[in-house]
């Protein structure tokens, strides 16, 4: 496995400043320095699809950001989320109040011991360990009043979870059911389907109470092809924050989107060179975002913030790339996402948890929180730009953006045309479908307490 040393790590991050001009430095590119994109001119351009196959990260090599950020988490080699886990999910630390992703894993490496590249991705936190059961039940709540509300008797229950992983929510979901409201549960399918075929597997079947009415899928949901009539719900529980981005400026003179595709060397250093947009699935995206109103909510947009000015003053204050707005990073695999729901899953109704900000986010807009083991810490990371399989990548979501983005891909209606589909937020949602009399954590504190202000529940 490539591993990545101290020396590495601060070349990589050097690399990504390569081709900007210093204080000490002319702005005027030297003569004898070809500019970045014909030095790389001759580099094969690959997908995460092409890359799959490798045991090492790959080498003169040109991908999209969403190809380069997808490969480095889900490589069944060396992606991040490739890593096995053997962490007793029973013995789960729970997140104190006020405390947000950094602080609850720095409080893990304190008490835990020091962690590292191969166990940071097991200590990872999700709201489903923290408040268990009584997360899962509030979900099953949900979903089993708005069953009962339109299509039972007559029409099964049926759920598809996405990138259940290993299966730490299904089953307190099942067991509400069955608990709860017997009858549905005769009628209830659980179906498994991951974010990649490389990591669906079984094998949590073997440490989980089974439920007979759970299937696992193994397949990828960006490879899906068959239609699903039933209605269902679909289920993504802290799923879209790794859902990768590509990244995109815009021309300071033209106005232009311009593509970001990153560049490997053979001694996989990382540079970011930019060309007008050609990929389709961007091209669909910009497309449809021309269409919706939450473009204005988004902060800091060149076009919205009311000076281009200021863009151009900060590239040359900060010495960032010339000629270039900062990256915007814009969710392209979750526009597809919706794409597939709307094809082949056209009676769903969607229920998703995520976070609708983040602190240590590296710079940009909607930008992500890159974040390693470093001695024993977690620690944020400047750029994406680095190795590989040692670094988490979790995106904000933008849930005004969401909701128009769906109404208009799985809807066809223009932003703001039906109330059902809505974003919440969490706290509203325990306190609705949460049993908060009855709802303790671990420490005793009930679930009231337990709040998340940056989490929001997307329903449709």
């Not at 690959?46 to 090492?56: A, H, Q």
């Not at 399918?189 to 094998?203: D, F, H, T």
């Not at 699935?281 to 910009?286: G, K, N």
Request: proline share 7%; net charge positive; glycine share 4%.
């Amino acid at each position: 496995m490539y591993r990545l040393t101290a020396r590495r790590f601060m070349h990589a991050t050097v690399v990504c400043e390569r081709y900007k001009p210093g204080f000490f430095t002319s702005i005027w590119p030297s003569s004898n320095q070809p500019p970045p994109e014909k030095i790389h001119a001759y580099f094969q351009t690959k997908t995460s699809k092409d890359t799959e196959s490798l045991t090492k990260p790959p080498i003169n090599t040109k991908m999209l950001v969403r190809d380069f950020i997808d490969d480095s988490l889900f490589n069944p080699a060396y992606g991040f989320y490739s890593k096995p886990s053997n962490l007793p999910f029973d013995d789960i630390e729970e997140m104190e109040q006020e405390e947000d992703h950094i602080q609850y894993m720095n409080r893990l490496a304190k008490y835990r011991g020091r962690i590292n590249h191969h166990n940071i991705q097991q200590l990872r936190y999700t709201l489903t360990e923290l408040f268990k059961p009584w997360y899962g039940y509030a979900i099953a709540k949900y979903m089993v009043s708005e069953y009962k509300l339109n299509l039972y008797p007559h029409k099964d229950l049926n759920i598809y979870e996405l990138s259940g992983g290993h299966g730490r929510l299904m089953p307190h979901i099942l067991d509400y059911i069955e608990r709860y409201e017997p009858s549905v549960y005769k009628r209830t399918q659980y179906n498994m389907i991951e974010l990649s075929s490389r990591l669906a597997s079984p094998s949590f079947m073997k440490h989980t109470p089974k439920h007979h009415c759970v299937q696992v899928l193994d397949k990828s949901i960006f490879d899906w092809n068959t239609l699903v009539t039933e209605q269902c719900f679909f289920l993504g529980m802290e799923v879209i924050n790794h859902f990768a981005h590509d990244a995109i400026r815009y021309d300071l003179n033209t106005l232009e989107p311009h593509q970001s595709i990153v560049c490997i060397d053979e001694k996989r250093n990382y540079t970011e060179i930019f060309e007008p947009v050609q990929d389709p699935l961007i091209s669909r995206y910009m497309a449809l975002r021309k269409k919706v109103r939450s473009k204005l909510n988004t902060p800091n947009h060149p076009f919205t913030s009311g000076s281009l000015l200021w863009h151009k003053m900060q590239c040359v204050l900060k010495k960032k790339t010339p000629n270039y707005t900062y990256p915007e990073f814009i969710p392209t695999k979750l526009f597809e996402f919706l794409e597939v729901l709307n094809t082949y899953f056209p009676g769903h109704r969607l229920v998703l948890t995520d976070y609708a900000s983040l602190n240590n986010t590296i710079e940009g807009i909607n930008a992500p929180l890159v974040q390693t083991a470093y001695k024993g810490l977690m620690v944020p990371c400047a750029t994406y730009l680095l190795p590989p399989g040692w670094y988490d990548t979790v995106f904000p979501t933008n849930f005004e953006l969401l909701r128009d983005m769906y109404l208009l891909t799985c809807r066809g209606s223009k932003a703001g045309n039906e109330k059902n589909v809505k974003a919440i937020k969490y706290d509203d949602f325990l306190e609705r479908y949460g049993d908060i009399e009855r709802s303790k954590s671990k420490k005793g504190a009930p679930i009231r307490l337990m709040h998340q202000p940056n989490v929001k529940v997307f329903l449709t």
